[in-house]
């Protein structure tokens, strides 16, 4: 008779071809869910991780994750099917690799377009979040699309995330949206806004960048960060590097063990005063939806000390992010407004290149 612990060696690969699922190889050792980026699958551990939704696991939640029924359910189909075991492969893990093409440095145009027309974004937001080197346009498979940098504590690129530019028919999915391959997810894309002494939690840079329209008065001494989704792993990686620039000593991180972030964060909360002395400094601006409220009780059963900031919701579709409220506060006539902006700003600033503000 088969126990848990056999079920959970079955391999997630051949589980997720019985349910019709064709996860597609990405490199040796990752596969990788074919409509959903962020769900991989890592053949030398036989485990899954979907990024956007910080959720991740053995086989048994596998099945969970891909079916939605409940724990007995899922242990009866394991039960049931005829799956081979998974064989552990060591194989090494790969670096990260910039391979998109970018457009010259003065050729921002398209991704400017698509921030000010798509998102509601203005012209000053875009060139404040531009000059901390963290945008850029390129081309991805001959599509133009506009990049996200994350850099990690010594400043060095680590991962990108790709929204693209031009207009697809798919009504579900009108914009490419990719994060790179072997992408260090737990980093985050950040900017500071003067000497961070705070931590400010998103979802998306394009979130990041509504907040910051939204909040420019009362943010002092904060550093935004967007997790390219919803990851515990990046707010432990963040206040560890906080701490560590602090006190003058970022050498400490290059040590750490990225698979252990979790355990390092519960480590702190348990073993120092340091949220104690600093209880308002991570601040969860994550959507107001259900995926957004789950990780907020995900945060709380590490005990970890936080403060809320969520978008109010919206009547019509019963969730909302940022980036819904920036928008929301331009209409009814966008268009009408960012033209308005565009006088208002028109003597000061400068819009033909990148991200230069003196005319």
């Not at 409509?35 to 036989?46: G, I, L, Q, Y």
């Not at 404040?128 to 599509?143: D, K, P, T, V, W």
């Not at 002092?220 to 432990?236: E, F, P, Q, W």
């Not at 990780?295 to 919206?314: A, E, Y």
Request: proline share 4%.
């Amino acid at each position: 008779m088969e126990t848990l612990k056999d079920l959970k060696q079955k391999s997630l690969i051949a589980i997720a071809e019985s349910l019709g699922i064709p996860f597609k190889r990405i490199s040796s050792d990752i596969y990788e869910h074919p409509e959903h980026d962020s769900f991989k699958v890592f053949m030398r551990t036989n485990t899954f991780k979907w990024f956007s939704r910080d959720q991740g696991g053995d086989a048994i939640d596998f099945v969970q994750t891909l079916t939605g029924v409940g724990f007995k359910e899922a242990v009866s189909y394991l039960k049931t099917g005829n799956f081979q075991l998974h064989k552990e492969e060591l194989v090494k893990k790969e670096p990260f690799r910039y391979y998109v093409t970018e457009d010259g440095q003065e050729d921002f145009h398209l991704a400017r377009r698509y921030l000010k027309e798509e998102r509601g974004i203005s012209d000053s937001t875009i060139n404040f979040f531009g000059r901390q080197g963290i945008m850029a346009q390129a081309l991805y498979r001959h599509e133009p699309v506009l990049v996200f940098k994350a850099f990690n504590h010594r400043h060095v690129l680590v991962g990108a995330s790709l929204q693209g530019l031009k207009r697809h028919i798919d009504e579900k999915r009108p914009y490419l949206k990719r994060t790179m391959k072997h992408s260090e997810g737990h980093v985050g894309v950040s900017v500071d806004i003067g000497k961070p002494n705070r931590l400010v939690f998103t979802e998306s840079v394009i979130d990041a960048m509504s907040y910051f329209e939204l909040h420019q008065s009362s943010l002092k001494n904060t550093r935004l960060v967007a997790m390219d989704g919803l990851k515990r792993s990046c707010i432990a990686y963040q206040i560890l590097r906080l701490i560590a620039g602090e006190k003058k000593n970022l050498p400490f991180l290059d040590s750490l063990n990225p698979s252990k972030l979790l355990t390092y964060l519960t480590t702190l909360i348990e073993t120092t005063t340091y949220f104690k002395e600093s209880p308002d400094v991570i601040t969860l601006a994550v959507d107001h939806d259900k995926a957004g409220l789950d990780f907020i009780g995900k945060c709380s059963d590490l005990s970890l000390p936080f403060q809320l900031d969520l978008p109010h919701l919206l009547e019509e579709k019963g969730k909302s992010d940022w980036n819904d409220i920036l928008k929301s506060q331009k209409n009814p006539s966008l268009e009408s407004l960012i033209n308005q902006a565009r006088i208002q700003i028109g003597t000061k600033e400068k819009t033909t290149g990148p991200f230069t503000l003196e005319v």
